[in-house]
């Protein structure tokens, strides 16, 4: 069964901008925290942005502070990542995920503590 569906994959011109998006409808109960992870060519997948419901704020691997952004639509169940200049090693799938259960809502860049995931959005950039 799929709980987390990415869309909005594409391809764009180093320096451009893409937005997508992560549905979380089909979740049960409302995430401990949400998370973006990305998988590049012959890569390991790396947290590049999380945030924990309960009013904590946001955090961003150092490749992308300062260019993307994280912010979720809670009436409509939708968690967006905004990609403004986009590098092409920025090129990867994108794939979101979210921590159901437990006690904390801390934000967290790590896999283990994620335990839903989606299939991934295919993001290249081109030189």
């Known amino acids: 069964q799929v709980y987390l569906a990415e869309s909005g994959g594409g391809s764009v011109q180093a320096g451009g901008s893409l937005r997508i998006s992560c549905n979380t409808s089909m979740l049960t109960h409302l995430p401990r925290r949400m998370g973006w992870f990305r998988q590049g060519p012959g890569k390991a997948r790396v947290g590049v942005a999380s945030f924990g419901h309960g009013n904590r704020g946001p955090i961003y691997a150092d490749s992308v502070k300062g260019r993307f952004t994280v912010s979720p639509d809670l009436t409509n169940a939708i968690v967006y990542l905004e990609m403004n200049n986009l590098k092409p090693e920025d090129t990867a799938l994108y794939i979101c995920?979210?921590?159901?259960?437990?006690?904390?809502?801390?934000?967290?860049?790590?896999?283990?503590?994620?335990?839903?995931w989606g299939q991934g959005t295919q993001v290249t950039v081109a030189s």
């Open positions: 995920a979210a921590r159901l259960g437990g006690n904390s809502f801390a934000t967290s860049l790590q896999e283990e503590d994620y335990n839903y």
